[in-house]
């Protein structure tokens, strides 16, 4: 990893190097970079994983070994803008198999309890169209759906 730019921290209680493994499974650009172990004397079990330096997508991240004091909740998500209805079902499938709790409106929640929003990168053009009629078709669309489908948000946008 390098010390430029911004790196994720995100906190786990004892899974931060399967959490890490997890995500460089699910997104291309990935890896595992660095797996560093706590020292004797440290806060945590001597030799157990303490951080784990990772890539998911070309986005750098740090899992940190923190223990039980802080969990995630949804004030923090990462959005995913997916090209088209096969990457939807890729990210919405595997972000919520195993434990993964899916949402409203392309929200969900991994099996860590990590907050992620899977939506058609066209979804921001409907929203935000100077016609507040195609704009409110379509966000009405999308709040009546957990997983999103660009077909049916289409639709509702092209008033059908």
Known sequence: ???????????????????ARYYVSIFKNSGLDRVAHYPEGAPGPAGGVLTVEF???????????????????????????????????HYWTRL??????????????DRYGVS???VPDCMATMAADPDPEKAGRAMSAMMGMGKLDIATLEKAYAGG
């Open 116 to 118: 992620w929003q899977v």
């Open 55 to 89: 890539t998911a997508n070309g986005h750098r991240f740090v899992a940190l070994n923190g223990g039980p004091q802080f969990r995630f909740n949804e004030a923090i998500s990462f959005q995913i803008t997916c090209r088209n209805q096969d990457e939807i079902d």
């Open 1 to 19: 990893m390098t010390t430029d730019g911004f790196t994720t921290c995100l906190w786990f209680d004892g899974q931060a190097e399967e959490a």
């Open 96 to 109: 919520t198999e195993d434990g993964g709790e899916p949402g409203p409106c392309g929200w969900l929640k």
